[in-house]
């Protein structure tokens, strides 16, 4: 049984799909990723796409799902990497994915999830030792 | 006038069977030098066919065809199951009407990606439904 690795970056989850997504891995997928924000108190779901050469109904239908699952464990997701074919394939299909953040890339998403986190005790500390680092 | 020139048969039968037919069907695409947008067009179409044929029928077959018609050539894809069929196909190929409890865009969805699409069904005996996708339609 295939299964998509999730891993954890700070508060973070990563998660890459390198495979065709067919519609049982996308439910496990689906399943694994809302149960792992909840174990690891994750704030932000980081989902890479740039692999995927199709998204169908079915597969919009289990991106949007993580992303409210996810918010309403008070976690953020972006998709990233999404292909221009897929793109214009979805919105013809009439799937807009609204509700859904995306980025182009896993730099800028990364970057919007930080944005839309408000930085914690323990970021602040790391990013003051730092700047204390860079000023000695 | 619409001529076929390669024909193949897929069993679709378990979950695995949807990829191994989604990368046949781009062989085939790849092989009449289908554009990316269009090859994704189809395969997405073929996705969703294929889904509705195992979600409501257990299954069916699926055949391959390379057409020609004049200078344009194509994929035609046919899918056949014996499942219950569809009683109303004009609710059917509505957007956002759906029996199962999905988001109802699988064939007016389908429709829209393709440039030829036929539906026929009969109540007890099962659907029969063609798409076609021109390389540069």
Known sequence: MDKIPILRMGAFLLVTIQVDLYDRLALNLEADLVQMVNKTNAKGVLIDISAVSIVDSFMGRIIGNIASMSKILDAETVVVGMQPAVAITLIE????????????????????LRSMIDVDDENEDLESEENDFITE | MILSLSKDTVQVLKETD????????????????????????????????????????????????????????????????????IPDIAAAMRDGFSTGRSLGLGLPGTKRLVNEFDIKSKVGEGTVVTILKWANG
Not at chain 1, 97 to 104: E, I, P, Q, S
Not at chain 2, 27 to 55: C, H
Not at chain 2, 68 to 84: A, E, K
């Open chain 2, 18 to 85: 949807v990829v191994f037919l989604r990368n046949r069907v781009k062989e085939v695409a790849v092989k009449i030098k289908m554009g990316l947008v269009n090859q994704t067009r189809l395969l997405t179409a073929a996705s969703e066919l294929v889904r509705n044929m195992m979600r409501y029928a257990n299954g069916g077959v699926c055949m391959i065809e390379v057409v020609s018609s004049g200078r344009m050539n194509g994929v035609r894809l046919t899918f056949s199951d014996s499942g219950p069929g």
């Open chain 1, 93 to 112: 299909l009439g799937l807009p994915l609204k509700g859904v953040h995306t980025a182009l890339d896993m730099e800028k998403g990364m970057n919007l």
